[in-house]
Every structure is written in structure tokens, then in C-alpha cells.
């Protein structure tokens, strides 16, 4: 399956912002450690707008795949960024191209599921840059009943950055099954195209053919985990005869001296003497 992913861009600076409040360090910091698609996915949103229907035009345009922070120069200044990137819908990379909603302006929850910590809860695109409507933009975590944005945060305590203008690059990669996976396509659909003269017959083979498939389609995953498993378990068998050898050597050499030393033996001209 032929997919895309962008190019790293700046989504926050930490630092003072249009509205007089302040992107905390920790936060871009607590943001890019604790980013898990696992844990969280955050999805990319047109102007914050969330909406249950999937055919709306704020409906979900992708998702973002990892966060990372960078020291940037600003004005002179050394800076902690937070770069963000993502995976477009089809409908994002038109939009894109058609040079619309050319700023993002990310979600940031200060104290995500009562962690303490910050997180990513979601990426905007909009059209209004960070100098307009600063209301609005630039960490707008304001008052319930003074943010114009109020119905559109994800939480009490999450907060939009100020809306950056970005240049967005998409490349295009292709996730390829495993083999096990690709065997099991394959005899799925060589199943599906044969035709049997004894049905019966047939379906017993279909379904032997098909377990064997399913049982394999795994296996190289399995096989690189004992792989692993494996090569740690030789490193320690061979740490262990290492060991038993040096330990064998020093109790060779080692007098034991609850052992009786043998007397030299005494008498006798050193001389042969034989019996004619």
C-alpha cells in the first residue's frame, strides 16, 4: 500500500508568544518524549474543527506520525522547536498543492490524562498566520468564557500554538507485507481462482492449505525473535565455559593441602642390576 509521509517541520518555539503567554521548555520537551501513536494518536484537524461525521470538511486530514525537538536561532537567540511529522490524507496533499491552509498550529494538553505532562492532542491547518487574530492563535488556553475558540480544544488544558507558516514536502513509501503475509495472499488467491472437479475434496485441501498459511504468515516475525533469543542464550553458554575453563585451570594448579605430599624415595646406587 503506496502511502505518504512530509518532511520534519517547525509545529512550536518554545518562548513568548503574539498573546503574551509563554511556551514552557518542558512542555515541547514533555511533548516529544511522551508522543506514542500507541498512546495517543493526534489526528490533523482543518482550523481546530472536529467533527463526527466522516464525509465533513472538518473531517480528519492525517495523522501525525512522530514529534522531535531541535535548538534552533531565532532573532540571535537559541531556542528549543518542536518539529512534527506526518502522514496526509489525499485530500491534504490537494490542499497543499493548491497552496491553502498553508500554516499549522499544533494542540498541545499541558496535563494529559492527569500525567502532569504535556502531549500532543492534535495538529491544525488554517489560513490565518500568526500575526492575525492573535485572539485566537498563539496558546488561546484562555478563560472558557473569553477564548473564541473555547468549543474547540480538546481539553481545559490544552492550548494552540500560534499558527507558523510551513513548507511542506511529501515523499512516497510503500509498506510491503512480511513473507509469511505475502504467502498467505498468495495461496488465498490461488484458492480463490482454481476450480475442483471433486468439490469436497477441493475444500479439504483449501482448508489444509489455508491453516498451513496462517500458520506460517508469522513465522519470520517468530523466527527473528528467537533469533534474538538465540544469540543472547550462545553469549551466556559462552560466558559460562569461559568461566568453567579458568575455574577448572586454577583448581589444577591449586595444592590441596589436606593431601599428604609423598616422601622422596630414598636408597640405591642409581645402579641396574639384572638377574642372569
Given at each position: ?99 491553502q491552509k498553508i500554516y499549522t498550529s499544533v494542540e498541545i494538553d499541558e496535563s494529559f490524562a492527569d500525567t502532569g505532562e504535556a ?93 498451513v498459511a496462517e500458520h506460517v504468515k508469522d513465522l519470520p516475525d517468530q523466527l527473528a525473535a528467537e533469533k534474538k533469543f538465540s ?46
Open positions: 500500500m503506496k502511502k505518504f509521509r512530509s518532511n520534519w517541520f517547525r509545529v512550536a518555539v518554545e518562548g513568548a508568544t503574539s498573546d503574551k503567554r509563554h511556551i514552557k521548555r518542558a512542555w515541547l520537551e514533555q511533548a516529544a518524549k511522551n508522543f506514542s501513536t500507541s498512546t495517543y494518536g493526534a489526528r490533523i484537524w482543518l482550523e481546530h474543527y472536529r467533527s463526527v461525521l466522516p464525509d465533513s470538511p472538518f473531517k480528519a486530514y492525517g495523522d501525525v506520525l512522530a514529534v522531535k525537538t531541535e535548538e534552533v536561532d531565532i532573532g540571535g537567540q537559541k531556542k528549543l522547536a518542536l518539529f512534527a511529522q506526518v502522514e496526509p490524507t489525499p485530500e491534504l496533499i490537494a490542499i497543499n498543492k493548491a497552496k502531549y500532543i492532542v492534535g495538529l491544525a491547518v488554517t489560513d490565518s498566520p500568526a500575526s492575525l487574530g492573535t485572539d485566537v492563535l498563539a496558546f488561546s488556553a484562555q478563560k472558557p468564557d473569553v477564548s473564541p475558540f473555547k468549543d474547540r480544544h480538546y481539553s481545559a488544558t490544552s492550548m494552540f500554538t500560534e499558527a507558523v507558516e510551513i513548507e511542506l514536502t511529501f515523499e512516497e513509501f510503500e509498506e510491503k507485507p512480511s513473507i509469511g503475509a505475502q504467502l498467505f495472499n498468495k495461496v488465498q488467491n490461488l484458492l480463490k481462482g482454481k476450480q475442483a472437479k471433486d468439490e469436497s475434496e477441493f475444500s479439504q485441501i483449501s482448508n489444509a492449505v489455508e491453516a544469540t543472547g542464550l550462545k553469549s551466556q553458554l559462552d560466558q559460562l565455559s569461559k568461566d568453567f575453563t579458568e575455574l577448572k585451570t586454577k583448581l589444577t594448579n591449586t595444592q590441596d593441602h589436606n593431601q599428604k605430599t609423598r616422601p622422596p624415595i630414598t636408597g640405591g646406587d642409581h645402579s641396574v642390576v639384572t638377574d642372569c
